[in-house]
């Protein structure tokens, strides 16, 4: 099974602040890497599919970057709302796995 | 408008069964294979299963496999999670989420969009 790491698993920021967060693939897995957005009692929100293209109606604060085994999702000039818990996906093949995911929090 | 909406969870005590349901409309549901994610308490995501959009194809987690099932009925739009010899760790809110292509892999590929989940505790 592929593993997932992501880190940081806790990050503290201000608004307008930049973050990345960073996941790790156990092994190849070309570009078959998605981030999702999930808010507390929600259900989660596709943001990024495919490392690096943004899903339509994403705010372009939101990016993607990464091949193969290493990826970073990146929110510039962080807002109210983005604060929320950030999970990564591998899809390259079954059993599909996750991130451990990243809780984001105000400062 | 595409929707999702899962139905079916409770209360159960371990060994029990129960079969999830989730609702899905505003596509057409047989083009598109479909999963099911859950989240246990505090915990984050983990993928449970998916089946492809003709029913031909299934997958499954090791920490189900050989006790859920699922299947779907592309003539009512729906797919069902049944799930067997049910365990305390099991506990969890369970989402259907909608893949993006047919075949189950693709590329590129997502879950898109997904349900608001059906909460299932398995307690004595």
């Known amino acids: 099974d592929i593993q997932l790491t992501q880190s940081p698993s806790f990050l503290s920021a201000s608004i307008g602040d930049r973050v990345t967060i960073t996941c790790r693939a156990s092994?190849?897995?070309?570009?078959?890497l998605t981030w999702y957005q999930q808010k507390p009692g929600r259900a989660p929100k596709l943001l990024i599919y495919?490392?690096?293209r943004l899903q339509s109606g994403v705010p372009l604060r939101f990016s993607g970057s990464g091949s193969g085994a290493e990826f970073t999702l990146t929110i510039t000039g962080l807002q109210p709302e983005d604060f929320a818990t950030y999970y990564c996906q591998q899809l390259n093949n079954y059993p599909i796995t996750f991130g451990q995911g990243t809780r984001l929090e105000i400062e | 408008e595409v929707e999702l909406f899962e139905s079916g969870g409770g209360l159960i005590q371990p060994g029990g069964s129960l079969t999830l349901s989730c609702a899905a409309s505003g596509f057409m549901f047989r083009t598109y294979a479909m999963s099911w994610v859950r989240q246990a308490p505090g915990k984050g995501l983990e993928w449970v299963s998916t089946i492809s959009g003709a029913a031909d194809r299934t997958f499954y987690a090791d920490s189900v496999k050989g006790r859920f099932v699922l299947y779907r009925d592309n003539s009512k739009n729906t797919v069902s999670l049944q799930m067997n010899s049910l365990r305390v760790d099991d506990t969890a809110i369970y989402h259907c989420a909608r893949v993006r292509c047919s075949s189950a892999s693709c590329s590129p590929n997502w879950f898109d969009p997904w349900g608001p989940g059906t909460r299932v505790t398995v307690s004595s």
């Open positions: 495919a490392a690096s």
């Open positions: 092994q190849d897995i070309s570009n078959f």
